[in-house]
């Protein structure tokens, strides 16, 4: 069956630059979650989605990071005036419920030149 | 700030070799998670551990919980090429925290 799949895969920019970041779950969960993940670090929570709300967005860096669900299936990360901080590989994940295993996508490569 | 903590960070042994990897933190967790990342993908789940003192074999993978539920070890047995990956834990507090991960490199 299909896994939970991420567009683009690598994405290069300019700083000051907007992009967005797609997901797109397994069919039928119901949370996602979106992570960061710098080079030989784990990921860093940023957004959990329990349907089209935003449960915990407590991990947004700041005012530039900002994530919808709008029917409860795919997910779009949207990034604005980026900055070269902001390369990592950003990883999205669903799950049947809020807790359980979680299945991760495999990432989307941003690099802000 | 609830942090979890993991070591060794890097790890190359020859394969055959046994190894153990830890995770550990300050606070007590209600479950961990342990997860495998290979170069370019996203992390897999290999095991969710929830009573302290818990031990759950997965073939040559021995996962152990601490029974005061603050730590966890990881126990790889005649080590393969193929276990080659990022090692992650991970635990829920008021959000999901994933450890940084120990690199595992086996050597052929």
């Known amino acids: 069956g299909a896994g939970v799949s991420q567009t683009p895969s690598n994405k290069v920019t300019e700083k000051g630059k907007y992009v967005e970041l797609r997901c797109d779950p397994i069919?039928?969960?119901?949370?996602l979650y979106w992570y960061r993940q710098s080079l030989g670090q784990g990921p860093e929570f940023l957004i959990y989605?329990?349907?089209?709300?935003?449960?915990?967005d407590s991990g947004l860096p700041n005012d530039r990071f900002f994530a919808v669900r709008p029917e409860g299936s795919v997910s779009t990360l949207k990034i604005q005036r980026t900055e070269r901080g902001d390369s990592a590989v950003y990883l999205c994940?669903?799950?049947?419920?809020?807790?359980?295993?979680?299945?991760f996508g495999p990432g989307t490569r941003l690099t802000v030149l | 700030t609830q942090l979890l903590e993991q070591s060794p960070q890097f790890l190359s042994i020859q394969e055959g070799e046994n190894l153990t990897v830890y995770c550990n933190s300050s606070s007590v967790f209600s479950s961990l998670q342990w997860y495998r990342q290979e170069p370019g993908e996203g992390p897999v789940l290999l095991v969710t551990v929830v009573t302290g003192g818990e031990v759950k074999k997965l073939k040559r993978l021995t996962f152990q919980f601490g029974d005061a539920r603050k730590d966890s070890s990881l126990h790889i047995t005649a080590a393969q090429p193929g276990d080659t990956g990022l090692y992650l834990c991970?635990?829920?507090?008021?959000?999901?925290?994933f450890g940084p991960g120990t690199s595992l490199s086996v050597i052929p």
């Open positions: 989605f329990q349907g089209t709300g935003a449960a915990d």
């Open positions: 994940a669903s799950s049947v419920v809020g807790v359980g295993e979680q299945f």
């Open positions: 991970t635990a829920s507090y008021d959000k999901v925290i």
């Open positions: 069919s039928g969960h119901t949370a």
